[in-house]
């Protein structure tokens, strides 16, 4: 990964560039975030803690002066909402001066650092709410446009999980049916996963009397933004899976076995400063042969685990409800 950023002329007479660097020298890790369609975009990666060190290079247009009122960096985190475009909320400001005010007349180098940097939070694209750190240089300006330009890199932050009880760990039951007409229960090892898990479970059919084509499990993720009468939920399929094609009897038995490493996945997140959530489900969807859908969900927990870590089973659940036929309506509320 390249370390140097921008070099794009900003204004008309000056162009910013910054690389980041660590402080022991080493590379700066790169994380690769998908964008729009195929597109990916190569970030620098941090996590909480981190100290973020680099060097910012400032140039005037050869012949060209540039009187300016001083040069400073700040490292910023923000959360822009997609019902308050435009207006970005700040949870990190840190600021660094790196030049009182002067005159440019030659290529002038600033190094900075921001040490242990508090940076809790991850970085996050969703489909109404982005969570985003960023260095934003600024060469202030009396007169005319002040020359600004943003740097993104991204946060990943790791979670300890507790290790599970020695011993095999029970199952996690969840009975779904239709009074007198299909009766279904659905088993899985555990509702916590990290994100490079593997969801592995058994259908039992104990009341089969209606007629089933196929039957799917789907993994969605729902965004939260907002809270009580305010609160707008955004509902995006990530993954479909089919595991079974055909009608089944009473008596069978299907497993199943869904990884997730493959999918864009990111953790749950919980109330993040009070802006919004993100929460996951299986979402367990059976179709009969007039077409009629029919589904139950379960919310699951993803984290973020340590390259070392494994992850720990929770303690087991059961619950008890009715399949529901499905909406067709939008993801949106």
Not at 90 to 95: G, I, K, Q, Y
Not at 119 to 136: A, H, I, N, P, T
Not at 155 to 180: A, F, L, S
């Amino acid at each position: 990964m390249k370390g140097l950023f921008g070099g794009l002329t900003l204004g008309t007479n000056a162009t910013v560039q910054l690389e980041f660097r660590r402080a022991d020298r080493k590379p700066v890790k790169a994380a690769s975030i998908k964008g729009k369609g195929s597109e990916t975009e190569q970030l620098p990666l941090y996590t909480n803690k981190d100290s973020v060190v680099g060097e910012i290079r400032v140039a005037n247009t050869p012949g060209k002066k540039v009187e300016h009122q001083g040069i400073k960096v700040q490292l910023l985190g923000q959360i822009e909402l997609k019902t308050e475009r435009g207006t970005p909320n700040d949870f990190l400001a840190l600021v660094r001066d790196l030049a009182p005010p002067g005159d440019l007349t030659s290529l002038q180098t600033y190094s900075f650092e921001f040490n242990d940097v508090e940076m809790q939070y991850d970085s996050y694209r969703g489909l109404q709410v982005r969570l985003r750190y960023l260095l934003r240089v600024t060469v202030s300006r009396s007169y005319g446009t002040s020359i600004v330009k943003e740097f993104p890199f991204w946060i990943r932050n790791t979670e300890d999980v507790p290790p599970p009880p020695p011993g095999p760990q029970p199952p996690i039951k969840m009975e779904v049916g239709i009074e007198e007409c299909l009766h279904i229960e659905f088993e899985y090892d555990k509702n916590k996963y990290h994100m490079k898990d593997t969801v592995v479970g058994k259908i039992y059919f104990l009341l089969v009397r209606i007629k089933l084509k196929h039957m799917e499990i789907e993994i969605r993720r729902r965004e939260t933004i907002g809270s009580g009468s305010h609160a707008r939920n955004e509902n995006e399929t990530l993954a479909k899976y089919e595991i079974m094609d055909g009608a089944p009897v009473r008596g069978e038995s299907i497993p199943i076995r869904l990884f997730l490493s493959p999918y864009d996945l990111a953790p749950t997140y919980k109330n993040v400063h009070n802006k919004f959530s993100v929460k996951y489900y299986l979402n367990l969807v059976l179709v009969d042969e007039e077409d009629r859908r029919y589904f139950k969900q379960q919310e699951i927990t993803l984290y973020r685990a340590s390259d070392a870590q494994k992850s720990a089973a929770p303690s087991p659940q059961s619950s008890t409800a009715a399949l529901q036929p499905q909406s067709e309506s939008p993801s949106s509320s």
